[in-house]
């Protein structure tokens, strides 16, 4: 340990130097910390935009020969799909046409049968409506449809039209109804009889001969209704002259597959060859300053381990030369300062002495 005072102060000097200039080192360390961590960032910045551009470009290039492609294919189906709607319309006709043809003779008969029943009724003054179907639906039922329509035809007029009526009363009554369905009787039921006995019991033989013509003309109309239907799901379509059109769409298909074929070769080289020459353009692009940024940072890499090193090891070499006498309480340069007053003033000759100055100050406080 030191003994005289000069010793002492010199020794003390030594340490407050000692510090400042670990201090200056610690200084620098963290200056090139922050440097480095800056450098860093920049060079992550620097590597992520290249990374970013290229992946947008890529995209950007796969999207624009997609698109063009895409575009190619959609006018292509849109032809398909006007072929397609002429091919329908043309077999449409086709399918009208054959219907016509076919149901000719009955449609032809049904005139004649229509001509034949109106001439006998108009021969035999027999009223006009009596010629109609529904006329015979209601007095000369003798088909599923037609007794289904007399049931129709009784269910409205006696069911729906008097609860209809009697609804729409403000202040229902059940006599109401009652008068109601009197009235509907009356008028409707008399209604009916009326008609049945001015003509049944006046024209019955016409009226029976008119039914036998009504027959026939339904059995004409189921005729032509079963062979409409046979046409329509017949799946032959080679009588419609629908050739040219097949042909046509034929030819649209295999171009659209020729296009679709011609995108997938694209994007395919594109992803082999294409991409890898944009990267490597791009990347050469920012090679410069990507390889100054690097040097940058390797430099302030190299620059904060040599300066930490040196930081290390002055700190040790304070710590043993002069923490081992000095503490860690006084390894402070303002405390050094102090320290150094104290033996200057002649308050103390050593430096335990000194400390033991200070500590004594600092209680009397």
Not at 124 to 130: A, M, Q
Not at 203 to 232: A, F, V
Not at 246 to 254: G, P
């Amino acid at each position: 340990m030191v003994q005289t005072m000069g010793e002492c102060l010199i020794f003390l000097n030594e340490a407050r130097d000692a510090l400042d200039e670990l201090s200056l080192l610690e200084e620098q360390e963290r200056q090139l910390v922050q440097e480095e961590e800056r450098l860093e960032r920049n060079l992550g910045a620097e590597r992520k935009l290249v990374t970013d551009t290229i992946q947008q470009t890529v995209r950007q290039r796969r999207e624009e020969i997609s698109a063009t492609y895409e575009k190619e294919m959609a006018r292509v189906q849109d032809q398909l799909k006007k072929v397609r709607s002429k091919r329908e319309r043309a077999k449409n006709e086709g399918v009208k046409e054959r219907i016509q043809e076919e149901t000719a003779v009955f449609r032809e008969q049904i005139r004649d049968l229509k001509l034949q029943l109106r001439t006998m009724i108009r021969k035999e003054r027999v009223p006009g409506y009596c010629r109609n179907a529904f006329y015979y639906s209601v007095y000369f039922p003798n088909h599923v449809k037609e007794y289904l329509l007399l049931f129709l035809y009784v269910l409205v007029l006696f069911l729906a039209l008097p609860c209809g009526v009697y609804f729409l009363i403000p202040e229902r009554k059940l006599w109401y109804l009652v008068g109601i369905y009197l009235v509907d009787i009356i008028l409707v039921g008399g209604g009916y009889i009326v008609v049945g006995n001015r003509t049944k019991l006046l024209y019955l033989e016409t009226l029976r001969e008119g039914r036998k013509i009504q027959d026939q003309i339904l059995s004409n109309k189921k005729k032509i209704k079963k062979i409409t239907s046979g046409i329509r799901k017949d799946r032959n379509e080679s009588l419609y002259n629908l050739e040219r059109f097949d042909d046509e769409i034929a030819r649209l298909q295999q171009e659209l597959s020729d296009v679709e074929g011609k995108q997938k070769d694209a994007i395919n080289a594109f992803e082999t060859v294409t991409k890898n020459i944009l990267s490597d353009e791009i990347e050469h692009n920012h090679k410069a300053k990507l390889e100054q940024l690097e040097a940058e940072y390797r430099t302030a890499a190299e620059e904060l381990r040599i300066v930490m090193q040196q930081v290390k090891d002055r700190r040790l070499s304070v710590t043993e030369r002069y923490g081992t006498y000095l503490g860690k309480e006084f390894m402070d340069s303002q405390r050094i300062v102090e320290l150094t007053s104290i033996v200057q003033e002649g308050r103390a000759s050593n430096v335990s002495e000194a400390i033991a100055a200070y500590q004594s100050q600092r209680q009397r406080r």
